[in-house]
């Protein structure tokens, strides 16, 4: 993974995060909206700006891949690197949830 790469990606926002979880399983722009709000239960909803500029940009850096054309939506997946960001930053959530209820004790 280049330096570029980390330092944009590394820490991630939660549209970059969510995206790229959801994307796990091949799906289209809308669907990841979808996804991502039920799995916030509605907490965070991607606007169709932030969502296509998300997916423009992770797709030019080479974290996402566009799969097929299904009734004229775009599908894309995450690629290797993007799991390898996406696992970077599990881990450092799991990081600060440790620490977190470490310090809590």
Do not use: W
């Not at 399983?25 to 909803?45: A, D, S």
């Not at 799969?67 to 390898?84: D, F, N, P, S």
């Amino acid at each position: 993974m280049n330096a570029h790469i980390k330092k944009v990606y590394v820490p991630m926002t939660e549209t970059g995060f969510y995206i790229l979880l959801c994307l796990r399983e091949p799906n289209h722009g809308y669907g990841v909206v979808q996804r991502v709000k039920e799995l916030t239960g509605g907490e965070i909803v991607l606007s169709p700006g932030t969502m296509y500029g998300s997916l423009s940009k992770m797709e030019k850096d080479s974290l996402i891949r566009f799969v097929r054309e299904e009734e004229k939506r775009k599908i894309y997946q995450i690629t290797a690197l993007g799991e390898e960001v996406l696992e970077m930053e599990l881990r450092r959530i799991q990081r600060l949830y440790r620490n977190a209820e470490e310090v809590s004790r």
